[in-house]
Every structure is written in C-alpha cells, then in structure tokens.
C-alpha cells in the first residue's frame, strides 16, 4: 500500500469554524491532490500540488485554501466551513516520473459540518 | 457534454454473472485509461490500467478501450461477492498530471 496518511479520518464541526485536514506521505512523491467525493458527483478535484509551495486550482476550489511547505505534508483549510461541505475528503498523490497519470489514494476523511 | 460519462447504476448480479462496465468520453487527447474499484469507506485503488486501444487481461477482469468509438469497458467474469464495490473508470491525456473521473458504478454480486 502507498503510505499515505490522512487525518483526522472522522470530524465533526459547526458551520463557520475553520477545519484542517492533514495528508501525509511517504513516498516521496512530487503531485498530491486534494479530492471530494459526494453522491451523484463523484470525484472532485479541489487543489493540487506539483512541488512544495506550488500548488493549483481545480474545478471546486471555492472555500478552500492549501498548502504544501514540505514534500510529505499537503494541509487542506476550510475557513469558514459550510454546509456544502460535508463530505468525504481524499488526498492522492502520483508520480509524474511514471508517466501514466496513476493516483494512490489515502483512506479518506469524513467530514459532517452541522 | 461531460468530458466522461459513467452510468452510476446500481448494478445487482448473481454470483458467477458476467459483468460489463462502461464509459464513453469525448476528450480525443485522453491516452491512458484506467478502472479504480472502491470498497466502502476505502480510498480508490487502480485495477486496471491501458494505454491506447485494444483489449489486457488480468485474471477475471478484462479491460477494453476502443478510441474510434470513445468508448471502454470492464468485463468481469465468474463474479464473485468480493467484486461488490464501486467502479471508476479514470483517463488521463498525458500532459497536466490530472485524472478525469467518472462518476463510479456501484455493483453488488449477491451470493
């Protein structure tokens, strides 16, 4: 398994208070994502990052905010968490040195925004 | 127009069924395609991976890409309980490092 680590794994918060989820790998990997996934949706791209410190938007980045000052470590921040926001939260991360766009996907996060 | 376009389902089999997932899409850069399966509150993993047009085979699980038609399957044959999951078809066109998802299919294989 690719050793990447996603945490909290559950969370529970009220609507308008900041919310960090955490993505730590292990494999040295330059690209890591931020995804969600919500029924009838399914994947999202939210953010990603090629390198540290440069990071990019995707189709649903409104609300959220990243950053990466370490290889291993990519932060997703909810500033104001909504409603709209719950969901399953997962980091990937790939290896352009491959050369086949392949993802490795941690666990998930379960976030509830009451 | 969706660039990917996946039936959600859900799709109910029998054990031993063969079962036939597919997607179509529109973006003719796209040159690698995969299937990720996802189990229930797991984080996807790949299965299978192809690049280009034709046919690969791996065990039970056959994967099929016709370009000319913009269309691939998954064929799953002798199905089996542990198959029960969610299947996302993946593409990619090779330059920005970003996979382009399908919606996911969600199949049971009853006992």
């Known amino acids: 398994d690719a050793g990447i680590t996603q945490s909290p794994r559950h969370k529970v918060t009220e609507t308008g208070t900041p919310v960090t989820l955490r993505c730590h790998q292990t494999?040295?990997?330059?690209?890591m994502y931020w995804y969600r996934q919500d029924p009838g949706h399914g994947l999202r791209l939210i953010h990603y990052?090629?390198?540290?410190?440069?990071?990019d938007k995707g189709e649903v980045s409104d609300g959220y905010s990243v950053s990466r000052s370490k290889t291993e470590d990519f932060l997703l921040t909810l500033e104001s968490a909504t409603s709209s926001q719950t969901s399953v939260y997962f980091c990937?991360?790939?290896?352009?040195?491959?050369?086949?766009?392949?993802?490795?996907f941690g666990e998930g996060s379960r976030l509830t925004v009451l | 127009q969706k660039e990917v376009e996946q039936d959600p389902g859900p799709l109910s089999v029998p054990e031993g069924a063969i079962v036939s997932l597919n997607c179509t899409y529109s973006?003719?850069?796209?040159?690698?395609f995969m299937w990720y399966r996802q189990y229930s509150r797991k984080g996807p993993e790949l299965l299978m991976y192809?690049?280009?047009?034709g046919n690969k085979e791996d065990g039970r699980f056959t994967a099929q890409v016709d370009k000319s038609s913009k269309y691939i399957s998954l064929f799953i044959r002798d199905s089996q309980p542990s198959d029960s999951a969610t299947y996302l078809c993946?593409?990619?066109?090779?330059?920005?490092?970003?996979?382009?998802f399908g919606k996911g299919t969600l199949l049971t294989v009853n006992p």
């Open positions: 990937a991360i790939s290896d352009p040195g491959q050369n086949t766009g392949e993802l490795f």
């Open positions: 494999e040295n990997h330059r690209y």
């Open positions: 990052s090629y390198g540290v410190k440069d990071t």
């Open positions: 973006n003719s850069a796209f040159q690698y």
């Open positions: 192809t690049y280009s047009s």
């Open positions: 993946a593409m990619w066109g090779g330059s920005n490092y970003k996979l382009t």
